[in-house]
């Protein structure tokens, strides 16, 4: 793992390779007790691919992520990124692998209270040893790229819960990684502010190149990644594609009604969005683009008042 030499802007690092094999992490709590948070879990995220675990809490999704991203160890089996034996590597090797290789982008946000926006993203940098006014103009950039050039020199405390979780990803994303790991980035944020997140992760797999692996409850992200993987009980137990997870929504097992929702409203939102694709493509007519898009979103609004009546 070599120096990196940043860019002011943009990103030079593509997406890397995933290989977790025969993973098993046990937890040795009070008494004696053992949690066996992974079974045995395989799974391979090729490179530039936007992947979701989807699962129950307790399933293990948190567990499996750390384990990739070298927050923690495994009890058994290996963890391969980039041929990067992560599972072998030292306490200094694998600061090295966190700061270099993986941007984690955590549910409670993670920001340092006393800092600004642009301090927080600078942060990463200064591990780097990157230049103050090169780390200045990069960390800029970025919050500009997630919609915040705005807000540089607000602390979290004036930030909503949506603006710190996209200062979060701008913080992740300051060393220019080659592996994004976001785990329930939409948990504790309302609609608006979701599908904003949603759009920044898969944009950074669809036209950055990164690696992208989400653990999520929230269907609206799954259908939006390459694949989705069911994790129950610390292994992984079936492969989606996102089609099947539109028209099949009960696969998941998240059989709340609100789930069931989500994900046909982020169906209709998809349609509604490669509908204006095509008529930027000339691909259709103006008369037939506002005749369907007037249909669809007719039916998004029915569905929305529903999900709302449910309390969500």
Do not use: C
Request: aromatic share 4%; hydrophobic share 40%.
């Amino acid at each position: 793992m070599s120096n990196i030499d940043l860019p002011l802007e943009g990103f030079k690092s593509k997406g890397v390779m995933v290989e977790v094999k025969d993973l098993v992490k046990v937890y040795k709590m009070s008494r004696g007790i053992e949690v066996q948070a992974l079974r045995g879990l395989n799974m391979v995220v090729k490179p530039s691919e936007a992947v979701t675990i989807m699962g129950p809490s307790g399933s293990g999704k948190t567990t499996l992520l750390n384990l990739i991203g070298g927050i923690d160890r495994p009890t058994a089996g290996s963890v391969v990124v980039d041929n990067v034996k992560v599972h072998e590597l030292n306490e200094s090797k694998l600061e090295e692998y966190r700061l270099k290789m993986v941007g984690y982008i955590f549910q409670a946000f993670n920001l340092i209270p006393v800092l600004t926006s642009l301090e927080n993203v600078e942060l990463p940098m200064i591990a780097l040893g990157i230049p103050k006014s090169k780390r200045i103009k990069r960390a800029k950039w970025l919050l500009e790229l997630v919609g915040l050039g705005h807000r540089l020199h607000h602390r979290p405390t004036e930030l909503s819960g949506g603006e710190q979780q996209r200062v979060a990803i701008a913080v992740a994303l300051a060393n220019d990684p080659p592996l994004i790991l976001a785990d329930e980035p939409t948990a504790e944020l309302d609609t608006e502010n979701a599908m904003r997140i949603i759009d920044l992760l898969t944009k950074l797999s669809r036209e950055y190149g990164k690696t992208v692996i989400v653990s999520t409850h929230d269907p609206r992200i799954a259908i939006r990644t390459n694949r989705i993987l069911k994790i129950e009980d610390g292994v992984i137990m079936g492969e989606y594609s996102p089609i099947e997870l539109e028209e099949k929504p009960e696969l998941t097992r998240l059989t709340d009604l609100a789930d069931t929702i989500k994900t046909r409203i982020a169906s209709i939102e998809k349609q509604m969005q490669k509908l204006a694709e095509k008529l930027g493509k000339g691909e259709i007519t103006y008369e037939e683009f506002d005749r369907e898009y007037n249909r669809l979103k007719i039916l998004l609004a029915g569905y929305k008042e529903l999900l709302s009546s449910l309390g969500h």
